[in-house]
């Protein structure tokens, strides 16, 4: 079965550190990489999402990098704060027969430390 | 707007017990998919719509999983007989025109 696989498994900064999530897929045939954040006893929500005409996408703090060629994403997310706290899950549309079903990662959990 | 409604929030079973979980996308969204998230892993999918019809229900065990969606809106899924190993988050999310999935509050099932 295709897979996303995600790295690394947990992570711990310090508040105002850039924290680096990793992300990598199988194949796929459309471009579009959301990332979703879930808080503890809630449901995951969209986060930031690329669409990959150009290999990154910035908002605010929240940074995507995509390589095509390797089939690998990352999220920076800069001066971590406490509040972003939770776990990041990425996700691909990988190919199922003629679709392409949105699939995701394990998740990575970020903790920011005050 | 509202929001995609999942009902109930919790289901507590014994091992062999049916339960039902339903669905209410966002009005207009044609895609539906159900997801289960066990404790500390990510949303694995279930089962996919584009209005009423299946369009991926290969990770669904069949024997025991069913889900429907017959007037292209709310959806139902159902477990036949639970098992213990189906303790886990289940979420139904839909999609918009960009590709942004919204998801419910998602059921909390325990089988016991």
């Known amino acids: 079965q295709q897979q996303v696989r995600q790295s690394p498994q947990s992570l711990t900064v310090w508040e105002g550190e850039t924290a680096i999530l990793n992300c990598s897929y199988e194949d796929s045939t459309f471009d579009y990489f959301p990332w979703y954040w879930q808080f503890p006893r809630e449901s995951p929500a969209l986060l930031i999402a690329?669409?990959?005409?150009?290999n990154k996408k910035e908002d605010g703090r929240f940074t995507i990098f995509f390589n095509k060629r390797e089939k690998k994403l990352s999220l920076h997310i800069t001066d971590s704060q406490p509040g972003d706290s939770a776990t990041y899950f990425c996700a691909a549309p990988l190919l199922s027969g003629s679709f392409n079903k949105l699939t995701f990662g394990a998740g990575t959990r970020l903790a920011v430390c005050p | 707007e509202a929001g995609v409604t999942q009902s109930p929030r919790y289901a507590v079973l014994q091992e062999g017990q049916a339960v039902s979980f339903w669905c209410d996308p966002i009005s207009g969204h044609d895609t539906l998919y159900w997801y289960q998230q066990p404790r500390d892993q990510g949303p694995q999918l279930l089962v996919y719509f584009r209005d009423e019809a299946v369009i991926d229900n290969s990770q669904l065990p069949s024997d025991r999983f069913s889900a429907v969606r017959p007037k292209g809106t709310n959806s139902t899924l159902k477990i036949q007989s639970a098992k213990q190993g189906d303790t886990a988050t289940y979420l139904c999310?839909?999609?918009?025109?960009?590709?942004?999935?919204?998801f419910g509050h998602g059921t909390k099932l325990s089988v016991l």
């Open positions: 690329i669409r990959p005409v150009s």
């Open positions: 999310a839909s999609r918009d025109n960009n590709e942004r999935l919204f």
